[in-house]
């Protein structure tokens, strides 16, 4: 079974601009959930998506969005990109809800960086 | 405040060795602790999972204990390899309003040297 790919794994960007990640769940999975991570902050949740709804969402500002297809692939979307947006991102799947019993898998990552 | 705490920040140990890594929390009403160990460059891998009835669980040479009155967690790695040489990230679910919100440590550093 294939794992959790994102796409791209690197990106550079320049403040102002936006961008947009992708991630495609391990086959049967429903959840995708999305999170930043940082050296100082360490693995902060962004938002999880459940049959196509936003379920759950951190504490980002409205810049950060996200959305899942039919078929539970996602994106996540970062517009007026900040400095401080230079970050891992990283999404991980689950059969059931993610925050319920069933082990989140997760992708390698998204390295954007904001110059 | 929900929060997750862990220590050491980081840890260097011999091969062969074994090291003890903790996990304290606060995050209220609980639903279950989550390790994951995540080695660079790679997203994290989950080592187990324990709901609030669960006081150990193994997987191989990773042994991950639960005390729920005292809220602390503890992974204990036995007759460590360089493999082991990654971040170890203790995760906790709640069970509120907002169903599964997940609150993060900030990981502990571990180095196995030869």
């Known amino acids: 079974k294939a794992g959790v790919t994102q796409t791209p794994r690197y990106l550079i960007k320049t403040r102002g601009q936006q961008v947009t990640l992708s991630c495609s769940p391990i086959s049967g999975h429903r959840s995708v959930s999305w999170y930043q991570q940082t050296p100082g902050q360490g693995l902060q949740f962004l938002f999880e998506?459940?049959?196509?709804?936003?379920?759950n969402k951190g504490n980002f500002p409205g810049r950060f969005s996200g959305r899942q297809f039919s078929n539970s692939r996602s994106e996540m979307n970062v517009s007026t990109l900040e400095l401080g947006d230079s970050a891992l991102y990283l999404c991980?799947?689950?059969?059931?809800?993610?925050?319920?019993?069933?082990?989140?898998?997760f992708g390698n990552g998204t390295r954007l960086t904001v110059t | 405040k929900n929060q997750v705490e862990q220590s050491p920040q980081s840890l260097i140990i011999l091969e062969g060795k074994n090291c003890t890594l903790q996990?304290?929390?606060?995050?209220?009403?609980?639903?279950?602790l989550r390790w994951y160990k995540q080695d660079t460059g790679r997203g994290p891998v989950s080592l187990t999972i324990?709901?609030?009835?669960?006081n150990t669980k193994s997987n191989g040479r990773y042994t991950a204990t639960l005390d729920a009155d005292t809220k602390q967690s503890s992974l204990h790695i036995t007759a460590s390899q360089l493999s082991d040489s990654a971040s170890y990230i203790c995760v906790v679910s709640d069970r509120g309003s907002t169903l599964g919100r997940l609150y993060f440590g900030r990981g502990t550093q571990l180095t196995v040297w030869p």
């Open positions: 996990c304290n929390y606060t995050v209220s009403p609980f639903s279950n």
């Open positions: 324990m709901t609030f009835s669960e």
């Open positions: 991980a799947s689950s059969l059931g809800r993610s925050g319920l019993d069933s082990p989140l898998h």
């Open positions: 998506y459940f049959s196509e709804t936003q379920r």
